[in-house]
Structures are given as structure tokens and as C-alpha cells.
């Protein structure tokens, strides 16, 4: 989240990290996926 931190108008209220095989389909439905995947590396 620390990337996060330095970027106005973004405020992080909770995060979890789910095994991709516990992530059902309604949670599909129900979350939004940031595609912040160049962060990791």
C-alpha cells in the first residue's frame, strides 16, 4: 500500500490479499481488480 500512499485522491479503507482459489465468481462480481501488477516488480 505504500505506493498508494504518495497518490492524491486515493484513499485505501481496506485490503486483503485471497488465494486465487478462494476468490469465487461473486466476488467476481462484487470487487474491482486494480491492475497494478508493475508495482510488484
Same mark, same amino acid.
Given at each position: ?6 497518490? &492524491? ?17 461473486? &466476488? ?7 491492475? !497494478?501488477? !508493475?508495482?510488484?516488480?
Amino acid at each position: 500500500m505504500a505506493a498508494l500512499d504518495v497518490c &492524491d485522491g486515493i484513499n485505501v479503507l481496506d485490503a486483503q490479499h485471497v488465494a486465487e482459489n478462494e476468490f469465487t465468481l461473486h &466476488d467476481l462480481h462484487t470487487h474491482k481488480r486494480w491492475e !497494478f501488477d !508493475f508495482r510488484s516488480q
